[in-house]
């Protein structure tokens, strides 16, 4: 699995846009990017993925260029809800189960009224 | 739409003791990941399995075990209990007999704190 990189903490206030990015520099041909987002004491959740250029779901957005050395995770206007820890993940679609998810160091996102 | 559940969602016991984790994955799901987040910490992956089959570990003690029976729920087994397992244990599940299904795309449950005293 590739190694990421990614702020550690990031502050920003209701109604923004928030956009966090990851550098992925060991990126392989046949990895994806990956991003979950945890709140504490739940489980991490599953955000957004993609491949390369953009992707786009119902609650962020996800931006790779060209050389898919580095990734943005765009959130659209958060609210307080938003304030949990951000991971970046980036690893090769396996199957049988070999798919674990390795985490880094995540970005604390502290969004505020 | 039916989530991962788990259980017991917390559990205290005693150094040496002995605790069995549940988990239930989503229906029609076939394959389950254990992680351990310990205080402060990131989730680490500790074990895996695909269609009740053991498939991946990870950094799990030889004091763990687990296995994933016929109707697809999977238990994990802790022994000879330490201070040190002390954590949120999560467990998740996905769909990777699909192509349509995203490798990563994970389903993670409440999870069980266990505390160890």
């Known amino acids: 699995l590739a190694k990421t990189t990614q702020p550690i903490s990031m502050d920003s206030y209701e109604g923004q846009e928030v956009n966090i990015t990851c550098s992925h520099n060991?990126?392989?041909?046949?990895?994806?990017i990956t991003w979950y987002q945890q709140f504490p004491s739940q489980g991490p959740r599953f955000i957004i993925q993609g491949y390369k250029t953009k992707v786009t779901n119902e609650v962020a957005s996800l931006f790779i260029p060209a050389d898919r050395k580095s990734s943005t995770l765009s959130l659209p206007r958060v609210s307080l809800s938003d304030t949990a820890v951000y991971y970046c993940l980036v690893g090769g679609a396996l199957s049988g189960g070999y798919n674990k998810l390795i985490f880094g160091a995540g970005t604390r996102l502290a969004v505020h009224p | 739409a039916a989530g991962v559940i788990q259980s017991p969602r917390h559990l205290i016991k005693e150094k040496r003791e002995t605790a069995t984790l549940k988990c239930y994955p989503i229906p029609r799901h076939d394959t389950v990941y254990w992680y351990q987040q310990g205080p402060g910490q990131d989730p680490q992956f500790l074990i895996s399995?695909?269609?009740?089959?053991?498939?991946d570990k990870g950094s799990i003690p030889d004091r763990f075990s687990a296995q994933q029976f016929s109707d697809y729920h999977s238990e994990l087994n802790m022994s000879s209990l330490e201070l040190g397992d002390s954590a949120l244990y999560f467990c998740?599940?996905?769909?990777?007999?699909?192509?349509?299904?995203?490798?990563?795309?994970?389903?993670f449950g409440p999870g069980t704190r266990l505390t160890v005293t």
């Open positions: 399995f695909y269609e009740k089959m053991q498939s």
């Open positions: 998740a599940s996905s769909l990777e007999g699909e192509v349509k299904a995203g490798p990563y795309e994970q389903y």
């Open positions: 060991n990126i392989a041909t046949n990895d994806y």
